[in-house]
């Protein structure tokens, strides 16, 4: 197109218009590349998720993956808002894997606050319903599975993932043996 171009301000529109095309293509590249490499640690970082499950997920800030890949935290934010990863798992928004922590009774590592969440779910589908768990009860369930955390934490999780208290779940129980 240039050589076919005799007037000046066209070439000069053309030459304007391929420099933006290629800054286009090098700012998608960048993107593309930092999005990899913020997925790729994530995947590194919480292993145990992908190899055993939510029950294996750990605590991650945004900070642990930004040095690790050498970038800064609100870089790693923007580039896992609104980007998922399929796994065979299933599909999860990248922000899914970074959790707030868990104190483990031992004081050594800890766990997420998702695969709490899973412990106390696992523990509430498997009550006995004539022997309903109450959050104190709940408490040292957890306590021997290695999770340290206060009554209170326990009913804002459970009520975080739409289990009702003792109670509820006692008349809910009751209410379906009914029919």
Not at 95 to 119: L, M, P, Q
Not at 130 to 157: E, P
Not at 161 to 170: A, F, M, N, P, Y
């Amino acid at each position: 197109m240039r050589s076919a171009c005799d007037d000046k301000s066209a070439r000069a529109w053309l030459s304007d218009k391929l420099a933006d095309a290629n800054w286009l293509i090098k700012a998608l590249d960048q993107r593309q590349k930092t999005i990899l490499k913020a997925a790729s640690e994530i995947v590194t970082q919480q292993d145990g998720f992908f190899r055993h499950g939510v029950s294996q997920l750990r605590p991650l800030t945004l900070r642990t993956v930004a040095e690790a890949i050498g970038m800064h935290e609100s870089t790693v934010s923007r580039v896992t808002s609104n980007k998922y990863l399929h796994c065979p798992r299933g599909t999860f928004e990248l922000k899914y894997f970074f959790t707030s922590g868990v104190g483990a009774v031992d004081g050594e590592g800890g766990a997420s606050a998702e695969a709490v969440k899973a412990a106390i779910k696992a523990l509430i589908d498997a009550e006995d319903p004539k022997a309903i768990l109450s959050d104190d009860t709940l408490v040292d369930l957890l306590k021997a599975k290695g999770f340290d955390l206060a009554r209170r934490t326990v009913a804002k999780y459970r009520e975080a993932i739409g289990l009702g208290s003792s109670v509820q779940r006692r008349r809910q129980k009751a209410l379906a043996g009914m029919r």
